[in-house]
């Protein structure tokens, strides 16, 4: 069974300061997609930034950015500047038939 | 452009009442649709999901069902509350054309039974 693992429960950044969280994922298929997803406190899921594991190529959007290690099943996202809207809880989720979540990373902006 | 809808916002309910959750979305046709619960400190669990009017899916079997009676209207429903029922519960939509698929989830509903 395909499993995602969070292992940082919370995080803290410097406002303007990177940083990266992680995520590693358990599986034996070749082909599947990965996503961060941003749930700030109003509690809406918001998609950051998505993957397909086909691609070699890192993902970008904006600020955001991932390091994706196919070979050792990882998948961290990297905040740039980070600014102090970008505080929430953040998920790492694995998608091959359906979308399996980690338990989050809950990411502190300091001013 | 396309929306979500889900409501109610808070849920407070007691021990054996039952549960109606609804979800609508607009500006698209023939969605996939998705309910998740979010237990406190915990990731998201799929809880059925729907390619069609009438054909649903249970990923986690527990006293929820759900029903989809119109094309983009996700309902999520119990006879009778657990305690363990106490969650935030998310609904979500998907394009099939799109890939690979995004979901776009709703604002959310915390329900906590009583």
């Known amino acids: 069974a395909q499993t995602v693992t969070q292992s940082q429960p919370e995080m803290s950044v410097q406002e303007a300061e990177t940083v990266t969280l992680s995520c590693t994922y358990d599986?034996?298929?070749?082909?599947?997609?990965l996503f961060w997803y941003k749930q700030p406190p109003s509690r809406q899921m918001i998609l950051v930034i998505r993957?397909?594991?086909?691609?070699?190529q890192n993902a970008t959007e904006n600020r955001f950015s991932v390091n994706f290690q196919k070979a050792a099943k990882s998948f961290s996202l990297k905040i740039s500047d980070s600014q102090l809207g970008d505080a929430a809880m953040y998920f790492c989720?694995?998608?091959?038939?359906?979308?399996?979540f980690g338990k989050g990373t809950k990411l502190s902006v300091k001013p | 452009s396309q929306t979500i809808h889900q409501w109610p916002a808070t849920l407070v309910q007691p021990v054996g009442s039952p549960l109606s959750l609804e979800c609508t979305v607009e500006g698209t046709s023939n969605p996939n649709l998705y309910w998740y619960r979010q237990a406190a400190g915990r990731g998201l669990q799929l809880l059925f999901y729907?390619?069609?009017?009438?054909?649903i899916s249970s990923e986690v079997p527990q006293n929820l069902s759900a029903s989809r009676p119109q094309d983009r209207q996700f309902i999520l429903s119990s006879k009778k509350l657990l305690l363990s029922d106490s969650g935030f519960y998310l609904c979500?939509?998907?394009?099939?054309?799109?890939?690979?698929?995004?979901?776009?989830f709703g604002s959310g509903t915390q329900l906590s039974v009583l």
């Open positions: 599986t034996s298929e070749s082909d599947y997609y």
């Open positions: 979500a939509w998907s394009s099939p054309q799109d890939s690979p698929e995004k979901l776009f």
């Open positions: 729907s390619v069609g009017i009438g054909q």
């Open positions: 989720a694995y998608r091959r038939r359906d979308l399996i």
């Open positions: 993957q397909e594991a086909y691609k070699q």
